[in-house]
């Protein structure tokens, strides 16, 4: 059974041209300079389309955290367990992502993490990696 894999949008097609090339991508809004994650067409603050692309450093911390034991679907049996983290990114943005080792204790609220990208069948997600 294959995976649900994301279908770019014109309003994500620049976050997923980014992950292609290792790069993580969200917006600001030009008129307000509000930050935000989920790419659209308008500011989710002040309603203005003056949306630029910024590349992420990658670095943030894991506001919340839990590990996932039993397959949502066929398609992840073999990847059980693994962690799904919420991660503050620097830049002032949210990001849920996996989290690289799979059910690894060394996961904890507040710990720094570094985004990362891993293929999926031909496609690169992102994914958080513990800083130690």
């Known amino acids: 059974m294959s995976r649900h894999l994301p279908h770019p ?6 976050f ?5 090339i290792g790069e993580l991508r969200y917006q600001v ?7 935000q994650f989920i790419p659209g067409s308008l500011c989710s603050a002040c309603h203005q389309g003056d ?10 911390r894991i ?5 996932v034991h039993r397959a949502p679907t066929p398609a992840f049996r ?5 962690v799904i983290a919420l991660i503050d990114m ?32 031909g496609v690169k997600l992102p994914q958080a990696e513990v800083i130690s």
Request: aromatic content about 8%.
């Open 63 to 67: 506001l919340s955290h839990t590990t």
């Open 90 to 121: 620097d830049e002032g943005f949210r990001l849920m992502v996996n989290v690289k080792g799979g059910a690894s204790p060394d996961v904890a609220i507040g710990q720094p993490v570094r985004i990362g990208f891993r293929e999926v069948e």
């Open 78 to 82: 073999d990847e059980v367990p693994y």
């Open 9 to 14: 949008t014109a309003d994500t097609k620049a």
């Open 29 to 35: 809004c030009v008129h307000c300079g509000h930050v």
């Open 16 to 20: 997923w041209d980014g992950c292609a």
């Open 51 to 60: 949306l630029a692309w910024k590349t992420s450093a990658g670095g943030g």
